[in-house]
Nanobody, 124 residues
Framework: QVQLVESGGGLVQAGGSLRLSCAAS????????MGWFRQAPGKEREFVAA????????YYADSVKGRFTISRDNAKNTVYLQMNSLKPEDTAVYYC?????????????????WGQGTQVTVSS
């Protein structure tokens, strides 16, 4: 089993920045990739970014390319999502996810482990 704990959410004005963190524990040696997803009220959960556990591959949704950066620190078993130039439409609950079966995927169904989520609110 893998446990994931997110932190770093909050309220920020449009144009501001936030950094989310996701600390993994448990059978972290089995993780092949980690991702961030988000879900706004009344909408489906959508892919934001993913990184292979080796760090060699990263993936981004078109809506966040150039503004968000995903990175990982394997020594700390932690993945980060640096979010810059935030927009009100980025408002959502952000979830960290881990997979042992793919080196990166945009599909939530490919991730077996999920964090509890952290709220990000961007005011206009």
């Amino acid at each position: 089993q893998v446990q994931l704990v997110e932190s770093g959410g909050g309220l920020v004005q449009a144009g501001g920045s936030l950094r989310l963190s996701c600390a993994a524990s448990g059978r972290t040696f089995s993780i092949s990739a980690m991702g961030w997803f988000r879900q706004a009220p009344g909408k489906e959960r959508e892919f934001v970014a993913a990184v292979s556990w080796s760090g060699s591959s990263t993936y981004y949704a078109d809506s966040v390319k150039g503004r968000f950066t995903i990175s990982r620190d394997n020594a700390k078993n932690t993945v980060y999502l640096q979010m810059n130039s935030l927009k009100p439409e980025d408002t959502a609950v952000y979830y960290c996810a881990a997979t042992t079966i793919t080196r990166g995927s945009t599909s939530p169904a490919r991730y077996e482990y999920w964090g509890q989520g952290t709220q990000v609110t961007v005011s206009s």
